[in-house]
């Protein structure tokens, strides 16, 4: 029912900026969560930033202090800012979110979007 809908990848160069959308689908949605997960080549799928619906924040240690996550609660839409990219920030970029339905937790993925950082 829910599709999350991901966008604002890209090549970029090291050092550079990207800012990425995820939007959900449907319109007055509980959202418990929303965050950010990545999965390079050759690695498992890690945490990169979430947020809460109160909007606090947790990052990986990685990312601490480059990016920054934010929602849009009227819009349903989470954005990760990436600045100071770095090559090792090259991946798959998946969107995740926790929604209630009714007093059911479901948790979706978005497609994913590619990050590609060059030296």
């Known amino acids: 029912q829910v599709q999350l809908v991901e966008s604002g990848g890209g090549l970029v160069q090291a050092g550079g900026s990207l800012r990425l959308s995820c939007a959900a689908s449907?319109?007055?949605?509980?959202?418990?969560?929303m965050g950010w997960h990545r999965q390079a080549p050759g690695k498992k799928r890690e945490l990169v930033a979430v947020?809460?619906?109160?909007?606090?924040?947790s990052y990986a240690d990685s990312v601490k202090g480059r990016f920054t996550i934010s929602r849009d609660n009227a819009k349903n839409t989470v954005y990760l800012q990436m600045n100071g990219l770095k090559s090792e920030d090259t991946a798959v970029y998946y969107c995740?979110?926790?929604?209630?339905?009714?007093?059911?937790?479901?948790?979706?993925w978005g497609q994913g979007t590619q990050v590609t950082v060059s030296s």
């Open positions: 995740n979110a926790n929604i209630m339905s009714g007093q059911v937790v479901r948790n979706y």
């Open positions: 449907e319109s007055n949605l509980r959202i418990i969560t």
């Open positions: 947020i809460l619906s109160g909007g606090s924040t």
